[in-house]
């Protein structure tokens, strides 16, 4: 969510080299894709419900109401909707410790994927309680459930993995401080995005106005770093390892 559509699309297509579409959703929402893959969507909606720019993953659900309500049973918050929203409903909500996401009831583009091509590398949720945010969201979204193109859900190394076929979707770490007024350690869903240069994309960032705001991290295969665009939503980019 942004303000400002046409800025927000000028800078994402600079740094990650995406292009965009527009849908049936309306003029102020556009489609990012990139390799002709659908990458994450943009709205022009921060200004109008009031809420600062973000990113915010959206989970597909069958039936908004019985979401809401699995949300509220559990302690949970619901801070929009659902409301009806183009070709579908779309809602916002906060889980027990605080951490944003959104959840979708209607048509969902074709060929959208995480975890795999160039659609966002993985979600991962940095929360108090790996074990308990699990069973939240398992319970409200039926991850780990019986019916077909489910996910599996399994623990490893003390944090959670959930995981559709080979691909992995979503990652819940534990460690999170509540109340910390770092975002990067307050419980937080955190989306993180493929690029091929690593310094390049923290380059063109910072000189279309965004910046760095955690060090570099760096695994055996992969380098990562957060940044913040214009507008101070929060994102991470990764790149391999350099050999």
Known sequence: MTG????????YGAVLGWHFRRTRLGDGFSIAFRDGAPVAGIGALAQRLALPAAWTPYFAVDDADVTAARIVERGATMAVGP????????????DPDGAVFGFWQ???IPDWTVGQGSAPAWLELRTRDAFAAAVFYGEVLE??????????VSYEHDHVVLRHGNDTLAR???????EAPDPQVRP????????????????????????VVSPVDTTSTSRSV???????ALFTVV????R
């Open 4 to 11: 400002d559509l046409d800025s927000a699309q000028q800078f």
């Open 83 to 94: 409301l009806a929203f183009g070709t579908g409903r779309a809602a916002l909500a906060s």
């Open 106 to 108: 209607g048509q969902v």
């Open 143 to 152: 991850w780990a459930g019986e019916r077909p193109g489910g996910c599996t």
């Open 172 to 178: 819940i770490v534990g460690g999170a401080l509540e």
């Open 188 to 211: 937080r869903w955190h989306v993180h995005f493929r690029v091929p240069d690593l310094e390049a994309t923290v380059e063109m960032a910072t000189g279309l106005g965004g910046r």
């Open 226 to 232: 957060a940044l913040a665009d214009p507008d101070g």
């Open 239 to 242: 790149a391999p390892q350099n």
